[in-house]
C-alpha cells in the first residue's frame, strides 16, 4: 500500500469502473451534440443564399430551429448522465476512504496531520466530480467541435480552411513557452498555497492569545512571510506566463485577420460566393477557440492527477488483520521496547532504548520536559512508527497485530482528548457498547469523575459537544479515563492523562485505580512526582534515553535528576503552603 506504486491513471480508472457505461453514454451525447452544433451554420449558409427556391427558406428556418433545440437537449442529456455519475463516484469514494480511515493501522495514519486528511476527501475528491461532470463532456466538445468545423470547412472550401488553420503552429509554439516548467511550478504554488493554509489556521487559532498580548497582524510572522512568499510566487509566475499567454490566446483569434481580406479578394475574383464567405468567416474566425479549454484542462488532469496519488493509500483494500501474528496471552502480557530509536526528521527524540513492563506493574515515566515521554508513550501505544527497533507485545511485534487485537490488549489516555457529540453514556460506551450504566459509574468512580457527573442534571444522559465542549479540561481527562477503563485492557498507558487534576484528585485516582484494577500494567506519564511516588517502578527519562529505573526511596538516594525534580518540586510545595499560612494570619 505505497502512493508510489500506484499510478494515478489505474486509480481513476478503478473508481470510475461502476460508473462505466453512464459515463460513456455521457461521452457518446456529447460528441452527437456538437455535431448538431454545425448544423445551424451549414442551414444558414443555404438559407442566405437561396439556394433553395422560394418557399423552402420556411421549411429551412425550421430544420434550423429543430437543430438548435435538438443540440441543447443532447447537451443537456450529456451534463445530466455526467453529473449522475459524479455523484455515484463522489459518493463511493468518500465512503471508501472514511472506511479505510477507521480500519488502517494507525502506524500507517500517524504521517498524515488532520489537515492533510480533510484535504483529501474533501477537495481531492470534489476535483472528481469537476471532472466527470463538467471537464470530461467539456473536452469531448472541445475536441471535436474545432475537428468537425475544420472537416466542414474543408469541404466547403480547402484554400479558405488552410488560411483559418494558419496560425495553429504559431499558436502551439507561444502554447509550448508558456507550458515549459508547468509541472515545477504547479508543485511550488500547491507548497505555497498548503503553507499560506496551515499560517492562516494557527493565526486565527492564535487571535485570543494575541489579543490578550496586544499583538498586530504583523508580529504574527508566519503568516506574514507566508503571504509574502505567496504574493512574490504569484507574481513571477504571472511575469513569466503572461506574454506567452496572451499571445497563445491572440493567436487562437487570429484566424479573421486572414481570412477576411483573403474572403474578401476571392468574392472580388468571382472564385467565391458572398453566402460561401459569410459562413467560412462564422466558422473560421472561432474554429480555434475551444482549444484553450483543452489547455486549461492540461493544468486541471495535474491537480486531478496529483490528488489521486493523495488519494491512492486510503483506496487500497486494507486486511482486516495479520495472519501472521496472534497474541496468545490475553491477560499476563508484557509491553516491552527493543532497541527503539524514533527521530522527528533529522532529530533523534527517542535513542536506542530497551524497557519491559511487567504483568501488573504500576510504572511511573518521569523526566524533564522534552525528553522524549509522550514520544515514548506515542511508540508503545502504537501511535507512532519506530525509526528503528521494536515495541513487543508478548514476542510479537505490535506494528504486526492488526487494530482491533491491539484495541483489545492495550488502551491509551493521550493529552489531547477528544469526545464526540452526543451524551456523556454514549462517549463512555464506545469502549464497551454493552457495558450497563452500573459499569459506567464504576469506572467514572475509579477515574475520580463520580462526584461531577452526578452533580449534572441530566447525569450521564447530559450531551456534550463535539470535542467535548461543556466540560473542563479537567473533565474531560476524567471522562477519557473512564472511557479507556471500560475497555477492560490488560494494559492502560496514561500520557499526562490526569494533568488537569490537582494533586489530591491526582493521587486517589491512582489508589483508586490500584485498588480495582490490580491486575492491569499502567504505565503513566506524571510531572508531579508526589502522585506518583508509590509506583512499582520510576522509569526516569532523559534526552531519549531511560537514566533511571526505581522506587521512590531508590532513585531517591542514586538519582541525581530525580533527587534535583523531588526537592524542587518539595521546595514549591512548602512555598506555597508557607504561603497560603502567611495570608491567613495576615488576615
Ligand atoms: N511533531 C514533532 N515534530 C518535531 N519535533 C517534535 C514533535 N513532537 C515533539 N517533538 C520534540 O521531541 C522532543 C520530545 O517531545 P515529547 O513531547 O516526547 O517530550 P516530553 O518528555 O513528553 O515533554 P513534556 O514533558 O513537556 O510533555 C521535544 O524536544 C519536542 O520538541
Redesign the pocket.
Known amino acids: 500500500m505505497t502512493v508510489e506504486t500506484v499510478s494515478p491513471l489505474l486509480t481513476l480508472r478503478r473508481l470510475l469502473a461502476a460508473e462505466k457505461s453512464t459515463l460513456l453514454l455521457a461521452l457518446t451525447i456529447s460528441a452527437s451534440s456538437v455535431l448538431l452544433e454545425l448544423l445551424p451554420w451549414y442551414l444558414l449558409w443555404r438559407a442566405v443564399g437561396v439556394v433553395e427556391p422560394g418557399g423552402s427558406l420556411l421549411h429551412l428556418g425550421g430544420w434550423l430551429a429543430l437543430a438548435l433545440v435538438c443540440k441543447y437537449l443532447l447537451a443537456s442529456l450529456a451534463g445530466y448522465f455526467s453529473h449522475l455519475a459524479a455523484f455515484r463516484v463522489l459518493h463511493h469514494t468518500r465512503l471508501r476512504i472514511a472506511r479505510a480511515l477507521t480500519r488502517l493501522p494507525m502506524m500507517q495514519l500517524a504521517p498524515f496531520s488532520a489537515g492533510s486528511l480533510r484535504k483529501i476527501i474533501m477537495n481531492d475528491v470534489q476535483r472528481l466530480e469537476d471532472f466527470i461532470a463538467h471537464h470530461t463532456v467539456d473536452l469531448i466538445s472541445a475536441l471535436f467541435s474545432p475537428l468537425i468545423a475544420a472537416l466542414f470547412l474543408f469541404w466547403l472550401d480547402w484554400k479558405m480552411a488552410l488560411a483559418a488553420l494558419l496560425t495553429v503552429p504559431l499558436a502551439m509554439i507561444a502554447q509550448r513557452l508558456c507550458l515549459r516548467g508547468m509541472a515545477e511550478r504547479t508543485w511550488e504554488y500547491h507548497l505555497a498555497t498548503e503553507r499560506l493554509n496551515s499560517a492562516i489556521v494557527e493565526y486565527v487559532r492564535g487571535i485570543p492569545v494575541m489579543k490578550a498580548f496586544s499583538q498586530d497582524t504583523r508580529s504574527f510572522r508566519l503568516l506574514d512571510d507566508s503571504l509574502r512568499d505567496y504574493h512574490q510566487l504569484v507574481v513571477r509566475f504571472t511575469r513569466r506566463a503572461v506574454p506567452a499567454w496572451s499571445l497563445f490566446v491572440v493567436l487562437l483569434n487570429a484566424s479573421i485577420f486572414i481570412l477576411l481580406p483573403l474572403g474578401l479578394w476571392r468574392v472580388s475574383q468571382g472564385t467565391l460566393s458572398v453566402s460561401a464567405l459569410l459562413l467560412i468567416l462564422m466558422l473560421g474566425s472561432g474554429l480555434l477557440k475551444p482549444l484553450l479549454r483543452v489547455t486549461f484542462f492540461g493544468s486541471l488532469i495535474r491537480e486531478l492527477f496529483a490528488g489521486l496519488s493523495r488519494m491512492a493509500p486510503f483506496l487500497d483494500d486494507v486486511a482486516e488483520g495479520h495472519s501472521a501474528a496472534t497474541v496468545t496471552s490475553q491477560s499476563g502480557i508484557t509491553l516491552s521496547a527493543r532497541d527503539l530509536s524514533f527521530s522527528?526528521?533529522q532529530?533523534t527524540?527517542i535513542d536506542t532504548l530497551n524497557m519491559t513492563l511487567q504483568p501488573g506493574g504500576f510504572y511511573a515515566l518521569v523526566?524533564?520536559?522534552?525528553?522524549?515521554?509522550?514520544?515514548?508513550?506515542?511508540l508503545l501505544s502504537g501511535m507512532l512508527p519506530p525509526t528503528s527497533g521494536a515495541v513487543l507485545l508478548g514476542d510479537v511485534k505490535l506494528d504486526d497485530i492488526d487494530d482491533a487485537t491491539r484495541a483489545s490488549l492495550l488502551a491509551v489516555v493521550s493529552?489531547q482528548v477528544f469526545l464526540f457529540k452526543g451524551s456523556l453514556a454514549d462517549n463512555l460506551r464506545l469502549a464497551q457498547p454493552q457495558a450497563s450504566d452500573e459499569q459506567l459509574w464504576q469506572a467514572l468512580e475509579i477515574a475520580q469523575g463520580r462526584a461531577f457527573v452526578e452533580a449534572l442534571p441530566q447525569g450521564l444522559a447530559t450531551t456534550i459537544g463535539e470535542g467535548g465542549a461543556r466540560l473542563s479540561g479537567g473533565e474531560r481527562q476524567r471522562i477519557a479515563i473512564a472511557r479507556a477503563l471500560l475497555a477492560e485492557t490488560p494494559l492502560l498507558i496514561l500520557?499526562?492523562a490526569t494533568a488537569f487534576a490537582d494533586l489530591l484528585t491526582e493521587a486517589a485516582f491512582y489508589r483508586e485505580l490500584r485498588q480495582q484494577r490490580p491486575t492491569v500494567t499502567v504505565l503513566t506519564?506524571a510531572?508531579r512526582l508526589f502522585a506518583v511516588q508509590q509506583a512499582d517502578c520510576l522509569l526516569v527519562?532523559e534526552a531519549?534515553r531511560l537514566t533511571g529505573c526505581g522506587t521512590h526511596q531508590q532513585l531517591l538516594s542514586e538519582h541525581r535528576i530525580y533527587q534535583q525534580m523531588w526537592h524542587s518540586q518539595s521546595q514549591l510545595a512548602q512555598w506555597q503552603i508557607r504561603r497560603e499560612e502567611d495570608t491567613h494570619v495576615n488576615a
Open positions: 522527528y526528521e532529530r527524540v523526566g524533564p520536559s522534552g525528553a522524549g515521554k509522550s514520544t515514548l508513550a506515542g493529552q500520557d499526562e506519564i510531572h527519562m531519549g
